[in-house]
Nanobody, 126 residues
Framework: QVQLVESGGGLVQAGGSLRLSCAAS????????MGWFRQAVGKEREFVATISRSGGSTYYSDSVKGRFTTSRDNTKNTVYLQMNSLKPEDTAVYYCAAAGTPRGLLSPNSAEYNYWGQGTQVTVSS
C-alpha cells in the first residue's frame, strides 16, 4: 500500500511557475513508476507526465512538453512536477499516481496506476 500526498498548488499568473511535490509513504517508493495527471472542471482526467523508477526516463504529454519537468528523489520518497510558462488552460486539479508495473514501463494510461493522491488545485490567471 502506498499513500500519496500532493502539495505546492496555488494561484499563479500566466507565464509564471509552480513546483508540485508528491510525498509517498512506505519503503517501496523506488519500485513504482510515478505519474502526474490533471483534471479540469467539466473535463476528463488527462495524462501529464510520467517518470521511471530510477528517474532516468520521463515522458510528457504534448500539451506540456518543453514547459513541465518531472523528477524524483527516491531518498526522500518524493516526486516533483516543475511547471514553467503556465497557461490558463493548465488550470486543473493535479494528481500524482503510482504504478506497480512489473517491468517498470512508463505509461500515459491512468488504468495502469494503482495508487492516487488526493490532488492539488492549480489555477492560472490570464
Amino acid at each position: 500500500q502506498v499513500q500519496l500526498v500532493e502539495s505546492g498548488g496555488g494561484l499563479v499568473q500566466a507565464g509564471g511557475s509552480l513546483r508540485l511535490s508528491c510525498a509517498a509513504s512506505g519503503p517501496t517508493f523506488a519500485r513504482y513508476v510515478m505519474g502526474w495527471f490533471r483534471q479540469a472542471v467539466g473535463k476528463e482526467r488527462e495524462f501529464v507526465a510520467t517518470i521511471s523508477r530510477s528517474g532516468g526516463s520521463t515522458y510528457y504529454s504534448d500539451s506540456v512538453k518543453g514547459r513541465f519537468t518531472t523528477s524524483r528523489d527516491n531518498t526522500k520518497n518524493t516526486v516533483y512536477l516543475q511547471m514553467n510558462s503556465l497557461k490558463p488552460e493548465d488550470t486543473a486539479v493535479y494528481y500524482c499516481a503510482a504504478a506497480g508495473t512489473p517491468r517498470g514501463l512508463l505509461s500515459p494510461n491512468s488504468a495502469e496506476y494503482n495508487y492516487w493522491g488526493q490532488g492539488t488545485q492549480v489555477t492560472v490567471s490570464s
